[in-house]
């Protein structure tokens, strides 16, 4: 069966540090992959996409970016956190409809 | 895009009774649309999702309909219990594709507190 992984789970960092989040899938090829932002409310907002390695897709510009350096790993990063940067990040895959999340990494930027 | 309304924002239901949350899209070439439950702390969790070439679903006691003309979906939960108590998502997934490659990019509701009281 598939997992998602995602590290660390919490992480409180100062403002203007830098951020790398990982995302790993197990048990699935090719998947889809996706970074979604839970700020202190309740909506899911899409930040990246992959559809493969080395294919990123932003849907809201900002100063964060992602990569795919493998097929089942997806990478959050940030050159400096911004204050708003805070929040709760998960990562999700999917093959075709069904997306499916990871535990998810609570940050919160001081 | 994909524009996707939820109503209500918040419900309080006293266990036993039934839960309806009710969300609209705008898109009339989305085809699919699941429901995330997420409880406080963890990750959103599937619960039920329907196809656009599906009028209703169900799944011991919860239920979707889809309407497609009228462009709404909703969840249905009957018999409440206190651990249903958590935020709802619906969404819906447009087609979209990425480089030759279609992917399910889901449009998400802004999500329904519920809470059941004992």
């Known amino acids: 069966s598939q997992t998602i992984h995602q590290w660390p789970a919490t992480l409180v960092q100062p403002v203007g540090s830098p951020l790398s989040l990982e995302c790993t899938v197990e048990?699935?090829?090719?998947?889809?992959l996706y970074w979604y932002r839970q700020a202190a409310g309740r909506g899911l907002q899409l930040l990246f996409y992959?559809?493969?390695?080395?294919?990123i897709s932003s849907e809201v510009p900002q100063n964060l970016s992602a990569s795919r350096p493998q097929d089942r790993q997806f990478i959050l990063s940030s050159k400096k956190l911004l204050l708003s940067d805070s929040g709760f990040y998960l990562c999700?895959?999917?093959?075709?409809?069904?997306?499916?999340f990871g535990p998810g990494t609570r940050l919160l930027v001081l | 895009g994909e524009n996707v309304e939820q109503h209500p924002s918040t419900l309080s239901v006293q266990e036993g009774d039934s839960a309806v949350i009710k969300c609209t899209y705008s898109?009339?070439?989305?085809?699919?649309f699941p429901w995330y439950k997420q409880e406080l702390g963890k990750r959103p969790q599937l619960i039920i999702d329907?196809?656009?070439?599906?009028g209703e679903k169900k799944d011991q006691r919860i239920a979707v309909t889809l309407n497609k003309t009228a462009k709404h979906f909703s969840l249905h939960i009957t018999e409440t219990q206190p651990e249903d108590s958590a935020v709802y998502f619906c969404?819906?997934?447009?087609?979209?594709?990425?480089?030759?490659?279609?992917?399910?990019?889901?449009?998400f509701g802004q999500g329904t507190i519920l809470t059941v009281h004992p």
């Open positions: 969404a819906a997934k447009g087609v979209a594709n990425a480089g030759g490659t279609s992917y399910g990019k889901l449009t």
């Open positions: 329907i196809r656009s070439n599906v």
């Open positions: 992959s559809v493969g390695i080395g294919q």
């Open positions: 999700a895959w999917s093959l075709w409809e069904t997306q499916y």
């Open positions: 048990g699935t090829s090719n998947p889809n």
């Open positions: 898109d009339s070439a989305s085809n699919y």
